[in-house]
């Protein structure tokens, strides 16, 4: 075995060094503001040597022969780009491009970096959202969000215009990693549900694994959703100032110094601040909501950014954020929380070394409290560091990556059940991982792998949890592929709140609970021990891409997971801990659960200079054992149908129509059997409940979520104008109308009075945005 490992290795550092080939990398910039320009064709012409910028605008085309060549870089709505280099054995040439403005429109290009990538990488179940792709949907509230996009991707069910959470092929809210360049998110979306607490006209790009990630990613055992947002402009100070019906927001950015010329590095800035008058403005607008007092939703969002630039294309950035939210329903229930941290990310690109190296380092804090009149209060809170640093390196069109991360999690969390039993704990955790991963093509090009494996060492419970990965996919035709991944993923991370609340807004976090049962009874009535209190899940998908022609594109993917073991707050406990005599599930905190999840997704793209559609219809089935009964989780939507449509017009194409319909099948829920008067049994087993005093009603329930809520629609429409001024000038008016044919949806009935609560209605909005 060891002569077998040798013999790799020498193998993998002749490939490397003994081959007499040259690399050419670097960045490539856009001229006007210095911004990277992402995910655009790199090639040498003539050959087929080739590479598309990342998402930091650079590129790598290795393992080329001694020669002269022409380095083209073409890219859509940039003049093309040519330049004539010499390569030589050993060399390592650093070359930095500069795009200027021009011309070139989507149907001149023979060979997109879209179809490179589709060609040369697996990519199962992700989108990539840019600012562009999410200002395609109408504008809730004349703001356009990814909260909003969110809801139109394969896989995703959205509970609630109010308090609403999204579910992601069959996973929680907590089973979702969301980062911002780096940084932990705790709560990503705000009580309304319909707005995020990023701002669309700072981002850069959003990488949404629906599942299927690959080893780069750790700690959930659902979905990562990777968002990054720019620099600031190099060249010149701009900004945006917006107001709408929902609210306000400020954006601003410029450079701190100049470069001087393109071997001088720069400094900028970046800040953005929005804010929700929902509250006060709801009551003036739409005073037919909530009996006239309108809808109760307050949230402030404030980010900040600086980036140290270098000619080479080495960057340092430090940013921080602070988001905040409250609601207050009928002045009895008040909810609060915060969001904020700091932190910093570096891409280094060593002088004579081929390896690009990425970091961040950064600290976070997230708070909830809610209050009611009628209970004891709920609170929690998290804090968060987090240290990474990756290594990358191609070898001709393959690539390796590898690197690690370390993060800790202190959390502090009180919580009185309805029986008044306390539910609190205080930990404090290390997680240590480490991965790899090499992509790489075999078989001319034809088969695609993404090969990788993940350790992660969980300190606080002293468990390592192995995770291999694996991705394939196969070119049957440059048109149509083939493809699959399977992975094993682990996280220690648990959401206070049960997967059986309808609604619940308070969303609270634990680390390794303490207070689970030691062994879960399976469905077929054999027990399993439970070792550690981690979540656990394998991802199965296989699909294919078909591209019918150059605008119209199809996307199939059938998906399954098995989550076994799953930790869900205890609706049970009626004891506590330390009572003798009485089953565990009566009495521990927490309980584990087993489940599994499977789907098909489907998606149709078509694209030209003026049009847009998607199509995505989702069928899913998620099933839960808690070792008690099964039962079908409250987010289990059968099908889901989502239609975008969106048309620019008019003689320079100012104007531009916006149309989303989505349709989806009726939630689970647990229906009401009857109602009895409760008692207190003040005089314990000798109480005489014919002539005590009763409390308030109570009452009984049936199957847990036995029933069926009734299908839900909207249609959301928008309208808008962009009057173009001097060169950096323009005033984009927005008009919209949430669920435009006024569908009463229905949110919850509530137990004891039977009264029906409904989803928002007829929403209009006007939203006004000037660009300087």
Known sequence: MNKFYFSFFLFFLASITIAQTGTVRGFVFDEQGGEPVIFTNVYLDGTNYGSSTDVNGYYMISKVKPGNYTLVV??????????DIVIKNNDLLNIKIILKAGAIEMDELTISAE???????????????????????????????????????????????????????????????????????MQPFHSIGLFSVFDTDVMKNADIYTGGFGAQYGGRVSSVIDITTRDGNQKEHTGVVGVSTFGAKLALEG??????????????????????????????????????????????????????????GTKFNLNGFSFNDRVVFNDFSELNWSNWGAGGNFVLVPATSAVLLEGHFNYSNYNIELTEESTDPRSSEISNFSLALDMKYFLGKNEMKYGFDISGLSTNFSYFNAFGLENSQTSNTTDVSAYALYQFL??????????????????????????????????ITPLFRLKASAGLYSQNLVATNSDRDVVNLFYGFVTSPESIPSSIVNEDGTTRDIEYSIQKAGHLIAGFEYDINENLNINVEGYFKNYNELINANRFKIYDINTQGVPEYLK???????????????????????????????????????GIQEYNPVYDRRHNVNVVASRKFGSTKTWEVNVRWNFGSGFPFTQTAGFYQGQNFAGGINTNITTSNSQALSYILSGLNNGRLPTYHRMDVGVKKTFEFKKSSRLVVDVSVTNVYDRQNVFYV?????????QLPILPALGINYYF
Do not use: C
């Not at 809730?140 to 509970?159: H, R, S």
């Not at 695609?448 to 419970?461: E, K, L, N, P």
């Not at 509530?750 to 029906?756: I, N």
């Open 588 to 626: 521990t905190d927490y309980l584990v659960e087993t489940g599994t999840v499977m789907g098909v997704d489907f998606i149709l793209k078509y694209t030209d200079k003026v049009n847009f559609l998607w199509v995505v219809y989702s069928y899913g089935k998620s099933d839960r054992w808690d």
């Open 255 to 312: 450079p701190l110094k100049k470069a001087k010329n393109n071997d001088d590095g720069a400094i900028t800035y970046l800040i953005s601040a929005k804010t929700s008058y929902l509250d006060q403005s709801s009551q003036i607008f739409y005073p037919y909501v909530n009996d006239g007092d309108g809808l109760p939703f307050d949230y402030t969002d404030l980010y900040g950014k600086i980036s140290f630039g270098s000619a080479n």
């Open 74 to 83: 073409s890219s859509i709505g940039y003049s093309e780009h040519r330049e």
């Open 115 to 185: 179809t490179q990538e589709k060609q040369t990488r697996v990519k199962m179940s992700v989108t990539s959202v840019s600012q562009k792709e999410i200002q395609l949907l109408p504008s809730v509230g004349g703001t356009p969000d990814i909260a909003q996009y969110m809801q139109v991707i394969p896989g995703v069910v959205f509970t609630g215009d109010q308090g609403g959470q999204l579910f992601i092929r069959g996973g929680s809210p907590v089973q979702n990693k969301v980062t911002l360049d780096g940084m932990t998110i």
């Open 442 to 475: 075999l078989a001319k090009e034809k088969v695609v792998i993404d090969a990788g494996f993940r350790f992660i060492y969980y300190s606080s419970i002293n468990y390592i949890s192995p995770e291999p990965r694996l991705g394939v996919k196969y070119n």
């Open 750 to 758: 509530d137990r004891f009075t039977s009264e029906v609560v409904y």
